[in-house]
């Protein structure tokens, strides 16, 4: 299957400061990521879809200015995370999704392997 | 909204026995795709398997298949000969369909841990 690379993997930070979070896709192409946020032992909450050239969707109670998504090229969108609070640590994993319309890759969402943050 | 229900928080069985992780899931869609999605300890999420809504066969993939009852909205995952790599978060996912390949999203169940004995 095809490949999301996350990065990084881990990150501790002080409070009040941003931090950047890169989702590549390495093997191809992606007009579509997501963005999702993993709190312990916790299903997935989609956060944001992030569309490449233009602004990302943001899902209900998700703060945009809180969580800014860049989706610069179609491999490469990232997550910032500005100003964070001990509230924001969590896990974060975003996916991206092949522009496929048949064949068994249709509609599959790839997955990156998420970043830890944990803000002091 | 689709609303996706996994009943089971907690499974375990014997190594090489068969397990059934129970998924229902609430649409009006009738062009939708469903997804097992495995959560392993590295937090990696791995595509297990896939169904295609307007397919009536149901999907396997080598020791994994679904029993996926339309009508009844109803999409369990059944394990064969588990493996101890077989242990992980499972989680089931429901995606509308959408021919214009918009940004169909992933809704996500509360998952079931599964812990396979050796």
């Known amino acids: 299957g095809a490949v999301v690379s996350q990065h990084p993997s881990r990150v501790i930070c002080k409070s009040g400061t941003s931090v950047k979070i890169e989702c590549r896709s390495l093997?191809?192409?992606?007009?579509?990521m997501f963005w999702y946020r993993q709190f312990p032992k916790k299903s997935l909450m989609l956060m944001a879809t992030?569309?490449?050239?233009?602004?990302?969707?943001?899902e209900q109670g998700v703060e945009k200015d809180k969580f800014l998504i860049n989706h610069a090229s179609l491999t490469l969108s990232t997550l910032t995370v500005t100003s964070a609070h001990p509230e924001d640590s969590s896990f974060y994993i975003c996916?991206?999704?092949?522009?496929?319309?048949?064949?068994?890759?249709?509609?599959?969402?790839?997955f990156g392997a998420g970043t830890r943050l944990s803000v002091l | 909204a689709q609303t996706v229900t996994q009943s089971q928080p907690e499974m375990s069985v014997q190594e090489a026995e068969t397990v059934t992780l129970s998924c229902t899931y609430d649409?009006?869609?009738?062009?939708?795709?469903l997804f097992w999605y495995k959560q392993p300890p590295s937090r990696q999420m791995i595509l297990v398997i896939r169904?295609?809504?307007?397919?009536?066969q149901n999907a396997t993939e080598n020791r994994f298949s679904v029993n996926f009852q339309k009508a009844a909205k109803s999409f369990s995952l059944k394990i064969s000969d588990s493996q101890l790599g077989d242990t992980a978060m499972y989680f089931c996912?429901?995606?509308?369909?959408?021919?214009?390949?918009?940004?169909?999203?992933?809704?996500f169940g509360t998952g079931t841990r599964l812990t396979i004995i050796p």
């Open positions: 093997d191809f192409q992606a007009t579509t």
């Open positions: 992030s569309n490449e050239g233009s602004k990302a969707t943001y």
């Open positions: 996912a429901f995606m509308k369909g959408n021919s214009n390949f918009g940004n169909e999203k992933l809704t």
């Open positions: 996916s991206a999704r092949q522009p496929r319309r048949r064949g068994r890759d249709k509609n599959i969402q790839y």
């Open positions: 649409t009006s869609e009738n062009n939708y795709y």
């Open positions: 169904q295609e809504a307007y397919k009536q």
